[in-house]
């Protein structure tokens, strides 16, 4: 039997993964390593030489989820239960109107600092859409009504932590929703 990791560095703007590594090891084998080279650790932290690169990267797709978004996100277009680590950067761009109908946002999950900016800008892809917080949401924001054009850009930043649910108010039913964790810089 054989453990696998594999990690994924997500690609702004493009809906896309690239593998960085995958790593198989048997039980019972010496290849397997027992991660104080950093290479084969499961939980997405760097090792003792960094050689896995750690968390942190620049839109690194994380699995450490927390379970609020994971579960307002479970019936979200291009959401597959990892959230893309933005921490360190003083703004982030999310694409509205991402995928092949245009009704996603991208990435769907992000995890930033508190101060920092995001700017949601439009592809012209999927109709017309607007980008609302929800109830649940720590914060109220909303971009104004629904537009379709493409490069229309809407700006927030986040100064307090906690957890921030928003969707496309008009393709909500159709899985348009995005979150944000916004952690202590």
Same mark, same amino acid.
């Given at each position: 039997?054989?453990?696998?990791?594999?990690?994924?560095?997500?690609?702004?703007?493009? &809906?896309?993964?690239?593998?960085? &590594?995958?790593?198989?090891?048997?039980?019972?084998?010496?290849?397997?390593?027992?991660?104080?080279?950093?290479?084969?650790?499961?939980?997405?932290?760097?090792?003792?030489?960094?050689?896995?690169?750690?968390?942190?990267?620049? &839109?690194?797709?994380?699995?450490?989820?927390?379970?609020?978004?994971?579960?307002?996100?479970?019936?979200?277009?291009?959401?597959?239960?990892?959230?893309?680590?933005?921490?360190?950067?003083?703004?982030?761009?999310?694409?509205?109107?991402?995928?092949?109908?245009?009704?996603?946002?991208?990435?769907?999950?992000?995890?930033?600092?508190?101060?920092?900016?995001?700017?949601?800008?439009?592809?012209?892809?999927? &109709?017309?859409?607007?980008?609302?917080?929800?109830?649940?949401?720590?914060?109220?924001?909303?971009?104004?009504?629904?537009?379709?054009?493409?490069?229309?850009?809407?700006?927030?930043?986040?100064?307090?932590?906690?957890?921030?649910?928003?969707?496309?108010?008009?393709?909500?039913?159709?899985?348009?929703?995005?979150?944000?964790?916004?952690?202590?810089?």
């Amino acid at each position: 039997m054989s453990d696998r990791l594999s990690r994924r560095r997500y690609v702004a703007g493009t &809906g896309a993964a690239l593998a960085l &590594g995958t790593l198989a090891g048997c039980s019972g084998g010496g290849d397997g390593g027992d991660g104080s080279d950093g290479s084969d650790s499961s939980d997405g932290s760097d090792g003792s030489d960094g050689s896995d690169g750690g968390s942190g990267g620049a &839109g690194e797709a994380l699995d450490d989820v927390p379970g609020e978004i994971d579960d307002y996100l479970a019936d979200a277009r291009m959401y597959e239960g990892t959230i893309a680590d933005y921490t360190g950067q003083d703004e982030v761009t999310v694409a509205v109107g991402a995928g092949d109908i245009g009704y996603a946002f991208d990435p769907p999950a992000i995890r930033i600092d508190s101060s920092t900016t995001v700017v949601w800008e439009w592809t012209g892809q999927g &109709g017309a859409h607007n980008v609302a917080s929800v109830e649940a949401s720590e914060s109220d924001f909303e971009s104004g009504n629904a537009v379709a054009e493409e490069g229309t850009t809407f700006e927030q930043s986040f100064d307090n932590t906690g957890i921030q649910l928003y969707q496309c108010t008009p393709h909500q039913g159709n899985g348009m929703l995005g979150a944000i964790e916004v952690v202590e810089s």
